[in-house]
Every structure is written in C-alpha cells, then in structure tokens.
C-alpha cells in the first residue's frame, strides 16, 4: 500500500514537472504596442492573439468559427447582426459581458482613439445589449466583412471597467486570452503565463516567453543550442541546415501574401496599360518567385493563389519579351527611358526581387534605378503624398475578407499605385455590401479581371510561409491570413 | 574654484542645448514621420492623417521645439510615442543594461589592453610585444560585428558556455549580468587594441628619457624602473581613455544589435526607425551629459595623476 502510495506520489511529481513547459519563440520584430485598436503592426497582433480574444475567431482551415461569441446570426437583410457570450471572464476576474463589448466597439469607433482600422467598423450605427450576454450590433449597410474585422486582431474584446478607467493596455494588456500578460522588457521579451480558467480549456504550456531577435543568423543559434523551440524568420539560405538537423523542422504552409512591383500609374508612360502590361511580360515572374522567394505559385491579379475569391480563368502574364517590346514601341517608349525604383532595405528578398526586374527591364530597354531606402523611408516615398517612385517591390499580406485588400484600388488618390477606374471601383463597392456570397464572388472576380487586364502591378505570386521549430514542439500553428501566433494547443514533448 | 565649476555647468548646458537642436531638426527631417510608420502599408491616407493628429505631430516645427523646450526645462522628457510612457522611464529601463556592459568592457579593455601595451613597451621585441602588436593588427582591422558572431559561435553554440542571447527574459541582475560577458568582450576588443599600442607607445618613449637612464645607472632594480616608467606614462593616457569611454557608448549600438541586448543603442536604433522623436531626443541629451561628464572626470583624473599641471603657474 505504502510503496503504492510512493509510486503515485513520485509519478504526480513526475508529471507536475513536466507538464510546466516554457515555450520560447524569437520573433524578429517587436509589437509597437498591446493596445489591439491603436496599431495595424502584425507583430502586435501576433502577440495580443494570446492575450485577447474575439467574438468569432478564424480556425486553422481559414473559416470563422465561434469564440467568445457561442453562438451568432445575421439578420436576412444583412443589417443587424446578434452574438450570444460564452461565460468566461478577464484575467483581473471581472466577468465577461455585454457591456464589455460594446464598450470594446465604442472605443474602436471613436475619432479619439485614431484607431487604423476604424473604417471597418463605420457601418455600425448602434450596439443593443438587451442582457448579459447577447449583443446585436446594427449596420447603416450590409457589411459581410463585419465578421472578418471581428476575427481579427484588433476585433479584441476589452473589460469595460478598464475602459472606463482610461487603462494603460498598451503596456499592461488585460483579456480573457489564454494566456495571462506578466511582463514586458522592451527589446528583450514579453512573458505570458497559462490562464488556467480559459474558456477553451486552459492551454498546456505552463509559459509563453516571446524573445525579440532581429538578427536571423541569431535565431538559428537560438534554435540550435535549444534556448528557442520556435524562431519566425530563418534565412532562405539557412533552410537546408534546419531541414537536415533531426532535432528542428522546417515548417512550409501557405500562405496569404501577394508578392508585387507597384507601378506609379500616375507617372509619364507607366498611365497608359499597354505599358505595364509590357512590364509583366518583360519580367519572368516564375523565375523571381523561385530565386528571390524561394518558390511561390504565381498569380495573375491582385489576389493571393489559392484564395476562393481569386477567379480561375485568371492567367499570370507569362515571360514573353518579344511582345513586352511591341507594346512598348506601340505606347511609343523610348529606348533608355529611366525609372525610379526605391527598395524597402529590411527585405532582403524585395531587394533581390527588385534587382533581377531590373535586369529583365534592361533587356527591353529599360533603365530602372535602384535607390535601397529604409523603411521609414520608403513608406514616405511609396505611401507619402508625394507618391515620390516608378516601380517598387513588396508583398501584401492575406486579408480575411477581399474588402480588405482591394478597398480602395479603382480610386486614384486611395491606393498606392493610383490605379483609377470607376467601373473596378464600383463592383469593389457593391462587394462590400453585397450579402450574398456567391453574387460578391462574381462582382469581385470581375474586378480582378480588370485589375489584371490594367495591370497597375507585375505580379508575382503567393510564396509558401516558412519557420523553424524544435522538432519536439507540436499543436502550435500560424493563424492562416492573419498571421498570428496560436499557442493554445502548443506542446513540448521530450 | 566657482568660477572654474560655473563655466563648466555653462558649457555643459551650451553643449545641449546646441546638440539637441540639432538633432531635433535631423530627426525631423527624415522623410515620414510615427504617424507614418504607425500606419504601415495597410491603412488609408485618412486614418494616418488622423493618428498624425492625435499624436500632436501635426504641429508646426516652431510650436513643437517650443513645446519640447519649454518641458525640458521643467524636466520632462515628454512621452515615447513608440511606448506611450515617460521617456524618462524608457531610459530607466535601458541605461543600467548599457552602463554595465559598457564599464565591463571598460574594465576588460584597461586591464588587458593597457596591461599588454605596458608588457610591451618595458620588453620591446619580447613575447608581449609581438602579441600586442599581432593583437592590435587583426583586432583594428576586423569589424567589431564579426568578433561577436564567432565569440557568439564558439562559446554559446559550441561550447555552451553562454546562451545566445545576451539577457534572459527576466532582464538585468546581478546573477544574469555574468551574461554580458561575450557582449563586453566584443566591445573590448578594439578598445583593447588601442590602448596596448597607446601603452607600449607611451612606454617606450620614458624609456628612452634622462630619468631611467639615470635610475639604471644608480643600480635601481629592473622592477622599480619600471614602475617608474608605468607611472609616468599614465597620465598621457587618461585623455584617450575618456575618448575610448565615449566610443564604448557608441560601439553598444551595434554589440546591443548582434546579442540582441535592451540596452541604450538598441532604444536609440529603434527610436529612429520609429521616427520616436521624444525618445531619439532623451537619448542624445543622456549621451551628451555622459560624454561631457566623463571628459570632466578625465580632466579631473589628469590633475590627479600629474602633480605638474596642479602647479600654480
């Protein structure tokens, strides 16, 4: 009986021991702040995801399922919508209600806050909570990227005392997340502890330790001497070293980005399409996603492959320089004319990108001028109002809904490119507010048609996401399109 | 002596404030601003005009150096806009980081540096000196940033003698300080370098004056010529030590990048990234009170160390 007795006590010991995991996971960019309504910075959400929680949330086949909200339903007509709250409470005890949520809205709405993502909740014109748990949040239109927004990072639900206090979440998040905030040391990391009450079952990590490592080369030392079971970025030159290292994995999955090159179509030549038409023809994109973006499935509009919105009689424009010479002498281009290219410097792969379009330009007589700027920079120059470039790299990450990619794209001064065409951004309007899912899928495919056949990008292609982890670390996954980190299933087994 | 203390309060104030407007105007001139960098390439032209508001960067560059001025003389440093809190407490929680690494690698450049260079110079063309100046060589000429991968290499990858990092996620204490030693090596190294060939330099010009010559002839022991030689050759070396002090704090700018450290260069880096004028602005005025501080102890050590110039002349 005694050694029984023994046996059970060692073995609880045992297992008490092991199950008081510390994950570690080194990110190369830091959250600018925890605050979920006052930032767009995806390394804000990918932290916050497991502090707050959402009405709905987005499982790891891209649909939105229920979370904080059981239950939920939309009106017929699309303008009201009703959500019934689990029972759970915040990570200070206060319970959750229906208050907090409008609350949480309100805040969101309100000029003060200047939150970047307050357009997508402007269709609210009021928030009913008719008890505890119910809330029906009512629209001036039909918005059916309401539900996308509200599964989104900064769709987080705050605790209305706080709220009112004028409380600091910026540096002391409080949510009903899985994971309770315990510190933050600027540059170094940010700790979170398990909640052992989380409405989902509590998590089996007992810890989460976020280490900001800018340094690539760094994150893989980290990774191999252990001190990181998951690192965010490994150069596309370290892959190999990970992939034949029994004790890491390299984990490829899809993912929502859109590689481009942006055109300045309010630019001499690069206004007319048969110009940037002759450009993507002149680029072999296949080659560009598979040198600098270590491969890629290509696409033929400004949508991500793979995506159900993306039309499949979209072709990608295909090398073919003989023609992209052609169009050029048509649209009457000279021979050397000069384009600015600026190049965002933390993007190793832009850059690279950015080099080789340079050289397929050449050879249709192109002279494209490379200016490596950094980021700051490059915004003012690509996003400023002096719009101050001809051609420049980058990739825009997947959104949940296509409203959040293409809104604006049709409309000159409200995109980057100032791409202008009224007929694209009318059906991108009536997408928006168009209830009927099959009836948006044909009113957004027909923009894409038309933003291909303008063209106001070379585009790339979609390339695979890709990170490193202990090969014992399991149940952890990438939030798909938005990116974020999901520990709440993650384990360490030895 | 007030006179004397008085111009040094007066140049150090003049010091300031001529520094800090001229990186009040350079950070501004960057192109784009925190409303900018805020907004990244996902929010519209109105939402960033917004925030551009709300964070008061809509003022005119005259309303905001008045504004920065008129709280500085009141000892505010104003708001991070990058962290939403005192810059004050910003710093607070970067400087003891830097501070240590940075008189670690003081203390290691001076006794190794130093102690090689005086090695050198009383034995020229002995075991020390060929290591100093095959020392000095290779560490002058290689990049401070390439000392710290291998040491990061060899000692935390290979040997696992230090994590990689150079802080636990629990921050700086007395135990997790010992951390800190392959940053401090790194940054000692060029630092090192210099003052070996500064001390062998120094060394074997006394060897060369009247006064040895004359210690040797009277049989002195080969010992306390040369702690002769040592003491007398220190006090030329003091004036590059402050040097050597400030040119520690800026080589924490790039040690902090490679171990990933959350210190001062780090805070500095990313407060330029994130056009964080308040921050970039407490930073410089730290670093101008260091510089000028530790120039003035240097000043100070001199009169110490050399008993000529506390003559009256």
């Given amino acids: 009986m005694k050694l029984k007795i023994l046996v059970a006590v060692a073995l609880s010991a045992v297992l008490g021991l092991a199950s008081a995991q510390t994950l570690t996971m080194a990110m190369a960019a830091q959250p600018d702040t925890l605050d979920p309504q006052v930032t767009s910075a995806t390394a804000a959400f990918q932290v916050s995801k497991s502090i707050y929680d959402t009405l709905v949330e987005v499982a790891q086949d891209g649909t939105i399922i229920p979370a904080l909200a059981g239950t939920f339903s939309a009106s017929d007509d699309g303008l009201s919508y009703t959500f019934n709250l689990v029972a759970t409470s915040f990570h200070d005890g206060t319970p959750l209600d229906s208050t907090d949520v409008k609350a949480t809205l309100e805040r969101i709405m309100a000029e003060g806050t200047a939150s970047p993502k307050r357009s997508e909740f402007a269709a609210i014109t009021g928030i009913d909570t008719p008890d505890e748990s119910t809330v029906v949040i009512h629209l001036s239109q039909p918005q059916p990227a309401l539900l996308a927004s509200l599964a989104s990072g900064w769709g987080a639900i705050l605790p209305s005392e706080k709220l009112a206090e004028g409380h600091d979440f910026g540096n002391a998040p409080v949510g009903t997340g899985a994971f309770v905030f315990q510190s933050w040391l600027r540059d170094n990391a940010i700790t979170l502890s398990a909640n052992p009450d989380y409405y989902k079952g509590a998590p089996q990590l007992a810890e989460v330790i976020i280490r900001f490592v800018p340094d690539p080369a760094i994150q893989l030392q980290g990774l191999l001497t252990g001190e990181f079971n998951v690192a965010d970025t490994i150069a596309a030159a370290d892959r190999e070293l990970v992939e034949s290292n029994p004790a890491l994995t390299m984990v490829e999955e899809p993912s929502g980005l859109a590689l481009v090159a942006a055109m300045n179509t309010r630019r001499p030549y690069l206004s007319d399409p048969r110009v940037r038409q002759a450009i993507n023809l002149a680029v072999d994109s296949i080659t560009v996603l598979e040198v600098a973006y270590a491969g890629g499935t290509p696409i033929g509009t400004f949508m991500e492959a793979g995506s159900p919105w993306l039309p499949d009689d979209i072709e990608p424009y295909g090398y073919d320089p003989e023609q992209a010479r052609a169009l050029l002498d048509e649209a009457g281009v000279p021979d050397g004319w000069t384009i600015d290219m600026p190049l965002p410097q933390p993007y190793d792969a832009h850059i690279q990108a950015g080099q080789m379009v340079q050289d397929y330009l050449r050879e249709v007589g192109i002279n494209a001028e490379i200016r490596i700027v950094e980021w700051g920079v490059w915004l003012s120059d690509v996003y400023g109002e002096a719009r101050a470039f001809d051609i420049t790299v980058i990739g825009h990450t997947g959104k949940l809904d296509p409203s959040g990619r293409l809104d604006g794209y049709g409309i000159e001064s409200e995109n980057y490119a100032g791409y202008d065409d009224p007929v694209t951004a009318e059906l991108i309007a009536q997408g928006a507010r168009e209830p009927d899912t099959a009836k948006r899928v044909e009113l957004y495919g027909e923009a894409l048609h038309r933003i291909h056949d303008a063209a106001p990008f070379i585009f790339f292609g979609t390339p695979a996401r890709a990170y490193a982890k202990q090969t014992s670390v399991e149940g952890f996954w990438i939030t798909p399109l938005l990116d974020s980190f999901d520990f709440r299933t993650a384990t360490i087994n030895d | ?313």
């Fill in chain 2, 1 to 313: 002596m007030t006179r004397y203390l008085f111009g040094q309060v007066f140049s150090l104030v003049l010091t300031l404030w001529v520094v800090l407007t001229l990186v009040f105007l350079a950070v501004r001139a960057l192109p784009g601003d925190a409303a900018t960098i805020m907004g990244g390439i996902d929010s519209s032209a109105a939402s960033i005009a917004e925030m551009r508001q709300a964070l008061g960067l809509a003022a005119t560059l005259g309303e905001q150096y008045i504004g920065f001025l008129g709280d500085l003389v009141k000892g505010d440093m104003g708001d991070s806009i990058r962290e939403r809190r005192p810059v004050s407490a910003v710093l607070l929680d970067r400087v003891p980081v830097t501070l240590t690494l940075a008189a670690m690698a003081f203390v290691i450049s001076l006794v190794f540096g130093l102690g090689l260079g005086l090695l050198a110079g009383l034995r020229p063309g002995g075991f020390f000196d060929k290591l100093t100046t095959g020392f000095a060589t290779v560490a002058l000429s290689l990049p401070e940033f390439w000392f710290g991968f291998i040491l990061i290499l060899v000692f935390a990858v290979q040997l696992g003698w230090f994590p990689v990092l150079g802080l636990p996620p629990t921050g700086l204490s007395l135990r997790s300080s010992w951390h800190l030693l392959l940053p401090a090596v790194t940054l000692a190294i060029p630092r090192a370098a210099q003052l070996a060939r500064l001390g062998r330099a120094r060394v074997l010009e006394e060897r060369s004056s009247d006064y040895v010559r004359t210690a040797r002839s009277k049989g002195l022991s080969a010992g306390s010529v040369g702690r002769h030689i040592a003491s007398n050759a220190l006090p030329g070396v003091v004036p590059l030590l402050a040097l050597e002090l400030g040119g520690l704090l800026t080589g924490t700018i790039v040690v902090e990048q490679v171990f990933g450290l959350p210190g001062l260069g780090a805070t500095l880096l990313g407060g330029i990234s994130a056009r964080d004028y308040p921050v970039v602005q407490g930073v410089t005025i730290l670093a101008v009170a260091i510089y000028v501080g530790v120039n003035w102890l240097a000043d100070v050590t001199q009169l110490v160390a050399d008993p000529r110039l506390r003559a009256p002349t």
